[in-house]
């Protein structure tokens, strides 16, 4: 897969924790499902990534939102945010990868970020990114997830040499397999076997070894 690379104007937004709900985000959901299930990528083991995400009360009145200042230091999240903006923005991949490995990211040889491609802001140490992975165009890599009573923090790991496309969300505990790729725009709620190829919201199995664009 080739990197989108383009210049644009960039606009900076104001930090905000993300939150993107998945299908087995409900307590009794996520008791009741099988890793037996066939409809869900990772099901040939008994961990999902619900297995692996650490769950926090929320540590003040009213959602967790709100008492974000309380799970992590504003000043780490503002200097985090800072370096991402300018990686977000810089066309040399090799300065994309120093810049993020500064702020706790654990970056492979040869890793490629397109433009934009964003990790997460809050907790940027629970990301990694295996040698020669491809993340794509405006791609984000979520490792917090905050609800009304909780909040939730998972590592997401890609695997090496897999390709994340344009646009696509990864959720907090995911892993991508060594080789695997997701679609352009793909919401990613469950772990992607290496080698695997997943699509669409939620990604879903393809079938095949089709491009991520």
């Not at 008994?46 to 929320?58: L, S, W």
């Not at 629970?126 to 590592?155: K, M, P």
């Not at 990613?188 to 990604?203: H, M, N, R, Y």
């Amino acid at each position: 897969m080739t990197v989108l690379v383009r210049l644009a104007t960039f606009k900076a937004e104001p930090v905000q924790p993300e939150f993107v709900p998945d299908e087995t985000d409900d307590p009794d959901e996520r008791d009741s499902a099988s890793a037996e299930d066939p409809d869900t990528p990772n099901g040939e083991g008994p961990e999902r990534r619900h297995d692996r995400i650490a769950r926090h009360a929320t540590p003040g009145p009213g959602n967790s939102l709100q008492s974000w200042t309380r799970a992590k230091s504003p000043l780490r999240v503002a200097l985090n945010y800072v370096v991402i903006v300018l990686a977000r923005i810089s066309p040399s991949l090799k300065l994309k990868n120093l810049l993020l490995r500064s702020i706790g990211v654990t970056v492979g040889e040869g890793v490629s970020w397109g433009l934009e491609s964003t990790p997460d802001v809050f907790w940027p140490e629970l990301v990694t990114v295996e040698d020669h992975a491809i993340v794509g165009y405006d791609a984000t890599i979520l490792c917090h997830e905050f609800l009304q009573d909780e909040y939730r923090t998972g590592e997401v790991r890609i695997g090496e040499r897999a390709m994340i496309g344009a646009g696509a969300v990864i959720l907090p505990g995911v892993e991508i397999g060594e080789g695997a790729s997701v679609a352009a725009n793909s919401l990613v709620t469950q772990d992607v076997p290496p080698g695997e190829t997943v699509a669409g919201v939620p990604a879903k199995p393809m079938g095949g070894s089709e491009s991520p664009e």
